[in-house]
C-alpha cells in the first residue's frame, strides 16, 4: 500500500530560525514529490516538485531535498518569517495507476512565534 | 492566467438537509478536475475526479456524488447530508493528458453539518 508520512506533526519556532520538515514514502513506482504549503483556510499550493533524477530544488527560501534510494525527502526552510506558519504537505505521485496516482502526506504544522 | 472559484466558502448545513457546492475554472480548457475532503487533522482525501464532461470516477464509497455539467464547472452534491460529512472541501484542477501533473487547489470550502 503507497504511503506517505511526515514528521514532525506540528513544530514551533521563533521567526529567523531555521528548520527541516521530513516525508518518508513507500510510494512505487516514483513518479515524482511535489511540497505543498496550506495556509489556513485556504487551498495548498505548491512550493517545489522533484523528479526521481533530482535530488534538490530550491524556492526562495524554501529547499527541498530527495534521496530515491531511502525514500526520504526534506522540506528546509530558512530564516523562518511569520508568514512561514502553515501546514507542509508532502505528495507522492505513482506513474504506476492506483486511484489517481498521488498519495497525500498528513502534513506538518508549522508556527513561526515572534 | 487560470483561476479557480468555489462557493460557497463557509456553509452550515443540519443533518439532513441538501448540498450543493460549486467549483469553475477560468483560463484553461479540458482540465480534470478533482473534489478533496480534508477532515480535521486528517490528510487530503480525494473523493471525485473528471477528465471531461459527464465523467465521473468516485474513489470512496460514501453520500456524495459529483457531477460535471460544462467543461470547466464540477459540482459536489449530496441529497441528506450526515454529520461525518462536515469538513473542508477543496476543489482542483490538473491540465496534461494524464492525471499525473500538478494540482492547483481552489480556496475551499468550511462545510460544518449541526
Known amino acids: 500500500k503507497n504511503q506517505v508520512e511526515q514528521s514532525p506533526q506540528s513544530l514551533i519556532i521563533l521567526e529567523g530560525k531555521n528548520c527541516t520538515l521530513q516525508?518518508?514514502?513507500?510510494?512505487?513506482?516514483?513518479?515524482?514529490l511535489r511540497w505543498y504549503k496550506q495556509d489556513t483556510g485556504r487551498g495548498p499550493v505548491s512550493l517545489t516538485i522533484m523528479t526521481f533524477s533530482e535530488n534538490t530544488k530550491s524556492n526562495g527560501r524554501y529547499t527541498a531535498t530527495l534521496d530515491a534510494d531511502t525514500k526520504q525527502s526534506s522540506l528546509h526552510i530558512t530564516a523562518s518569517q511569520l508568514s512561514d506558519s502553515a501546514s507542509y504537505i508532502c505528495?507522492?505521485?505513482?506513474?504506476?495507476?492506483?486511484?489517481?496516482?498521488?498519495?497525500f502526506g498528513k502534513g506538518t504544522h508549522l508556527i513561526i512565534q515572534p | 492566467s487560470q483561476t479557480i472559484h468555489q462557493w460557497p466558502a463557509t456553509l452550515v448545513q443540519p443533518v439532513g438537509s441538501p448540498l450543493s457546492l460549486e467549483c469553475t475554472v477560468e483560463?484553461?480548457?479540458?482540465?480534470?478536475l478533482y473534489w478533496y475532503r480534508q477532515a480535521a487533522g486528517r490528510g487530503l482525501q480525494l473523493l471525485f475526479y473528471s477528465v471531461g464532461i459527464g465523467q465521473i470516477s468516485s474513489e470512496v464509497p460514501q453520500n456524495l456524488s459529483a457531477s460535471r455539467p460544462q467543461d470547466r464547472q464540477f459540482i459536489l452534491s449530496s441529497k441528506k447530508l450526515l454529520l461525518s460529512d462536515s469538513g473542508f472541501y477543496l476543489c482542483a484542477w490538473s491540465a496534461g493528458q494524464g492525471r499525473y501533473n500538478e494540482q492547483f487547489f481552489g480556496p475551499g470550502t468550511r462545510l460544518t453539518v449541526l
Open positions: 483560463g484553461t480548457s479540458n482540465p480534470n
Open positions: 516525508c518518508n514514502y513507500t510510494v512505487s513506482p516514483f513518479s515524482n
Open positions: 505528495v507522492v505521485t505513482s506513474s504506476g495507476g492506483g486511484a489517481d496516482g498521488l498519495t
